[in-house]
């Protein structure tokens, strides 16, 4: 039976075998998504040009908004799922999955339709020139056309690894990565498209994936099941509460990247959002390797602290931390020796002083990958045992509060003072994340107590 299933993986396996049956593919799954958005915006540099590269970069804070809800609904859902099927209460596991679906779609359907109609005038408030909007609109409003089916990758993703479908799970984010690859070669260069056609390659192989994985769902062969959704305020407050701190994460972080954008603009134009979509590209993948790991986890640990096997949780979170230190550190020090090969490959030309103003930036910018890694894996770890006030704390802070903080005390230093808003940042979060996990003693005594109190 598939309940059996999930629970022999979960609670019967190693926490070492665990780990790298569940966390180096979900790590790699988000490697080749990452991968192949690195490989988009080297595309669009080399084959367009740099002030299309820069307009994608203008454009992405809002794509990323426009899957915020979305990515809210569907992380917020696989962690209350998850608890339930390991307490063995698969209804209402099933009913909390079907309701989720329902709620991705209706949203993608409004935020895309939102983003579709205000593009224009988003981008003319950020300041951006007549020669940048037409690019940042075209490569928007794609997206905004796809949303109600894109926006549910995610959600997809995260289902397929509670159900224990941990090879299912890679195979779809590399068979998405693949076929926008084809998609957007076939688009972009042999058709000869836009900017637009970049967007629509993504949207493509996104939405063949998502089509995919709904039909094995709608099939019935799932631990997770359609059921007719029951939507209920305590289910959407437990979803809200669960996936807020991603959610705003990604909603303040975006809003960090558009006001940079908006001050990128004034001091340094074109050359300058664009180094700084430089850093967010190599930043985009040392990331999803450290949340893919952990967030691969979230689903076991959540398992097993459903199950109460505490001692389990803290093995796998081990394996979670060292491992995250180590990939943060390492990208870290290629960065800060190698920059003149990240930045070569998004921009050949260098009339525009791309480089030399690159290369700065990302030796800066690599210090920030000394801390990276703590306040990452302690946002999943709370996260995973529904603890959303320490996860958002953390998640608020790393993307919100603390980048607003420096832009205002470094901004009188011009652009070197934007490239060490990261690590500053990464220093600050992983201050808090620290004090956070010196409380995870007294967050576990009272689970223990409470939970022996039932």
Same mark, same amino acid.
């Given at each position: 039976m598939p309940s059996d299933n999930t629970e022999?993986?979960?609670?019967?396996?190693?926490?070492?075998?665990?780990?790298f049956k569940a966390a180096i593919p979900g790590a790699l799954g988000m490697l080749a998504s990452s991968l192949y958005y690195l490989l988009e915006g080297i595309l669009v540099g080399r084959v367009l040009g740099a002030e299309p590269f820069a307009a994608i970069n203008l454009a992405m804070p809002f794509v990323i908004i426009n899957f915020a809800i979305s990515d809210m609904i569907g992380v917020g859902s696989s962690?209350?799922?998850?608890?339930?099927?390991?307490?063995? *209460?698969?209804?209402e596991a099933n009913s909390i999955f079907s309701a989720a679906i329902v709620m991705i779609a209706v949203a993608g359907v409004i935020t895309g339709s939102l983003l579709f109609i205000s593009a224009p005038t988003l981008f003319h408030l950020m300041g951006a020139d007549e020669h940048l909007i037409p690019y940042a609109v075209d490569y928007l409003r794609m997206y905004a056309c796809f949303s109600p089916l894109t926006t549910m990758v995610f959600a997809m993703d995260n289902y397929l690894r509670i159900c224990g479908k941990i090879k299912g799970s890679l195979m779809m984010n590399i068979c998405m990565a693949s076929a926008g690859v084809v998609f957007e070669v076939f688009f972009l260069i042999i058709l000869k498209g836009g900017i637009a056609s970049a967007a629509l390659g993504t949207c493509c192989g996104m939405s063949s994936a998502v089509l995919v994985v709904l039909s094995i769902f709608l099939s019935g062969r799932m631990n997770l099941r359609f059921r007719k959704p029951q939507f209920h305020l305590s289910l959407i407050k437990t979803i809200v509460s669960c996936g807020l701190p991603t959610f705003l994460s990604n909603v303040s972080g975006r809003i960090i990247s558009i006001i940079m954008n908006v001050l990128l603009l004034s001091l340094g134009g074109a050359s300058a959002v664009s180094v700084y979509g430089i850093i967010m590209s190599a930043d985009g993948v040392v990331m999803p390797l450290l949340y893919g790991?952990?967030?691969?986890?979230?689903p076991s640990v959540g398992y097993n602290w459903g199950a109460r096997r505490y001692d389990r949780v803290g093995k796998i979170e081990r394996y979670c931390?060292?491992?995250g230190a180590i990939i943060s550190l390492l990208f870290g020090l290629f960065l800060f020796f190698f920059p003149d090969?990240?930045?070569?490959?998004?921009? *050949?030309?260098?009339s525009t002083g791309i480089h030399t103003l690159g290369i700065t930036?990302?030796?800066?910018?690599?210090?920030?990958?000394i801390f990276r890694w703590i306040a990452v894996c302690t946002q999943c770890f709370m996260s995973a045992i529904e603890k959303p006030f320490y996860a958002a704390s953390i998640s608020v802070s790393a993307a919100f509060v603390f980048p607003l903080i420096l832009i205002i005390a470094l901004h009188p230093i011009g652009l070197n003072g934007i490239w060490m808003n990261l690590p500053g940042t990464a220093f600050l979060t992983a201050m808090l994340a620290l004090f956070i996990l010196t409380r995870y003693r007294v967050i576990l005594d009272k689970e223990k107590k409470l939970r022996s109190a039932d």
């Open positions: 022999k993986l979960f609670l019967g396996t190693s926490p070492g075998h665990l780990f962690v209350p799922i998850a608890i339930k099927l390991g307490r063995g *209460e698969k209804e790991t952990c967030d691969s986890l979230q931390f060292s491992t090969f990240a930045v070569s490959l998004f921009i *050949e030309d260098n930036a990302l030796k800066i910018s690599a210090f920030a990958f």
